[in-house]
């Protein structure tokens, strides 16, 4: 039996090498994959990325299930054509993926359902953004609308910011009436307060199955500062989601949400993650909706999985997720991320890495931007590099031995946060 993950980022290693664990299974192919999907048993990478090439491939290689990472081959319809081809795929499709790929569309379809996000006014015009932001005051969030890998968001804590953030992102009057057709439109809401989780969870058109609850640090720094990355941590579970939390994020966002696509005529299919911003006072609003597994949360939640994913895929593809549950390790997983120089601006490619240690039941370093050369060097290729992903009784011990082995590894210029966990550590 052969599976098939897209992508070559720590989520896909992180998936792929869970599915690798399927009894009887003969092989599981990551395109295009990294260094660490290369190295891994049961793990072939192929040097594949259209979505064209990989429906030939699955069909070739008669690949009985494909799970799609990013967001960007969702949102380019690669579930859509899968289909078309009666091929096995599990992911959005092309309008589901709206979800993410449009700020506007998943604006409006929460606004329709009476999903709980923030205010919000979007627009195609600089003067009436300009307008409605010094109606509102700040601090206020400005948006791209468009996927922009989590750097089209400014959370602008004075009215200054969040008129160069509109400039920055609309152009001139002038200039609008040459563009190709699509016009640049911005999202402009209002900041909440609170604490942000990631509420993971698989759907099958109707029926919802929950990953276990996470977090993530999306600033490059220290202390939650400096400028958003893609992540550079997270773990699992997240404390802030309460068995409570958990209810009214299924109760009030997630159900909704489900049915309210299924009611828009655009069943979800697919792992939907709910940015949640958990108040003071327990009550949830949706940040963002992500139409696919997080990165780098996957990495601590498959550390957890106990579950055969694959079954639950299966069941996931047939429409039947109501008949399974996930069980997970009690125990916490977390996972630092090991960056390149100069990420998330303009992050150095080419650096060798060296020291890596090897996997054991408690810990695995998950690769990302890496890759392998002839002679068997590996060499940093993206910005965010490994994810060294640790399972313990507690936070902090967690903490201490994805440290203590990140001691061993190093490239040139190698960034990584002190303090992942932090939040959970001191609850
Ligand atoms: P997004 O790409 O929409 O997930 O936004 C990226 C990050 O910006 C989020 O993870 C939050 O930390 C922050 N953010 C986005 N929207 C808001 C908001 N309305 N209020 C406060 N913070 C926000
Ligand atoms: N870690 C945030 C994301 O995957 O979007």
Not at 164 to 178: F, N, R, S, V, W
Request: aromatic content about 6%; hydrophobic content about 40%; charged content about 20%.
């Amino acid at each position: 039996m052969k599976l098939l993950v897209i992508g070559s980022g720590g989520r896909e290693h992180a998936l792929a090498w869970r599915l690798a664990k399927t009894p009887g299974l003969v092989k599981v192919f990551v395109a295009p994959g990294n260094a660490g999907t290369a190295r891994e048993n049961g793990l072939q990478n192929v040097p594949l990325s259209s979505p064209q090439e990989l429906a030939d491939f699955a069909q070739r290689e008669n690949v009985r299930l494909t799970v799609v990472g990013p967001e960007a081959p969702l949102a380019a319809g690669i579930v859509n054509l899968f289909r078309a081809r009666g091929l096995t795929i599990f992911g959005p499709t092309r309008e589901a993926a709206q979800l993410e790929s449009s700020k506007d569309f998943a604006k409006r379809f929460m606004l329709r359902h009476n999903i709980p996000t923030a205010r919000f006014a979007s627009f195609s015009e600089r003067a009436a953004a300009h307008a409605y932001v010094d109606e509102q005051g700040a601090p206020i969030v400005v948006k791209a609308d468009g996927l922009a890998a989590g750097k089209g968001v400014v959370v602008a804590s004075n009215l200054a910011e969040a008129h160069a953030a509109i400039d920055q992102m609309l152009p001139p009057a002038e200039l609008e009436a040459t563009r190709d057709g699509s016009v640049a439109r911005v999202v402009i809401e209002e900041f909440l307060d609170g604490e942000e989780a990631s509420f993971i969870v698989m759907v099958d058109g109707r029926n919802v199955l929950p990953l276990a609850s996470s977090q993530d640090h999306k600033r490059i720094g220290d202390g939650d500062t400096g400028p958003n990355t893609g992540g550079m941590g997270a773990y699992s579970p997240a404390p802030v989601v309460t068995p409570e939390v958990h209810a009214r994020a299924m109760r009030e966002i997630i159900l909704p949400t489900v049915r309210g696509m299924a009611a828009d005529g655009i069943p979800y299919t697919g792992f939907l993650y709910a940015g949640l911003m958990v108040g003071r006072d327990g009550s949830v609003k949706t940040v963002e909706f992500n139409c696919r597994l997080g990165d780098p949360e996957t990495q601590p939640i498959m550390m957890r999985l106990q579950s055969d994913l694959l079954n639950l895929l299966e069941h996931a593809v047939a429409g039947r997720l109501n008949l399974v549950e996930a069980s997970w390790d009690r125990r916490v997983a977390l996972g630092v991320v090991l960056a390149a120089a100069n990420y998330p601006a303009a992050p150095r490619t080419g650096d060798p890495i060296s020291g890596l240690p090897g996997n054991s039941n408690d810990s695995h370093v998950f690769h990302a931007g890496t890759s392998e050369k002839t002679d068997g060097r590996i060499m940093t290729a993206g910005g965010r590099v490994l994810c060294v992903t640790t399972l313990a009784e507690n936070v902090r011990q967690a903490q201490k031995r994805a440290y203590d082995l990140i001691t061993r590894i190093h490239f040139d210029g190698m960034q990584y946060r002190r303090d992942i966990g932090h939040r959970a550590a001191s609850r």
